[in-house]
């Protein structure tokens, strides 16, 4: 499962532990809006064990449950993650997801909610995959390959993206991005709404 990770080890992810973001922001947020814990547990479809680890920050939350959580307090997915004293709203640059190598992760770089658009800067060490559950209708990706191969999983279809190669594709179904190559893979992915 895609999760948001505590900090690992390695140069690129050395950062601050994005979950004391999300924890701060969730609880911040849900005390706004006047809300128990269980109040906002129940409205994201979430258990309240798992509500009270993530406003603790110590746990590894799922990208899905952060979406719901993000739903349920009438914000969007990039005001959890974004630090709380960030003065630019749209810049973030904070990795979202980690995978079990450390060379592997997402990093969100900006969000932008004119409409809801994302940028990402996605790494994969070889034989890595983040696997994602079908995004509400309207959502779409947009890849490029900056860097490897990409093997790109779209519910019963597979297409290989070589270095320059991309990709637009409603993410509405499930998706993975493996790198079953035997080189890093660095990509760029935009998310937008």
């Not at 990795?95 to 969000?111: C, F, N, T």
């Not at 990709?167 to 993975?176: E, G, K, L, M, R």
Request: with cysteine.
């Amino acid at each position: 499962m895609s999760s948001i990770l505590h900090n690992g080890s390695g140069e690129e992810t050395s950062r601050p532990d994005v979950l004391v973001h999300v924890a701060a922001n969730v609880r911040r947020l849900r005390q706004a809006a006047g809300l128990s814990q269980q109040a906002l547990a129940e409205a994201a479809g979430v258990s309240r064990r798992m509500l009270v680890s993530v406003e603790r920050g110590d746990v590894n939350v799922s990208l899905t449950t952060l979406d719901r959580l993000a739903e349920a307090l009438g914000v969007i997915f990039h005001v959890l993650v974004q630090p709380p004293e960030t003065e630019d709203s749209a810049y973030i640059d904070e990795v979202a997801w980690a995978g079990r190598s450390p060379e592997s992760y997402g990093r969100l770089l900006a969000s932008k909610a004119t409409r809801e658009v994302e940028l990402w800067r996605w790494q994969l060490a070889p034989g890595e995959r983040y696997a994602s559950e079908p995004d509400s209708d309207g959502w779409h990706e947009m890849i490029v390959v900056v860097e490897g191969i990409l093997t790109l999983r779209i519910g019963d279809e597979t297409r290989t993206l070589a270095e320059g190669e991309f990709h637009v594709f409603p993410s509405d179904q499930p998706y993975a991005y493996c790198n079953e190559g035997e080189a890093t893979l660095r990509f760029i992915r935009n998310v937008l709404h």
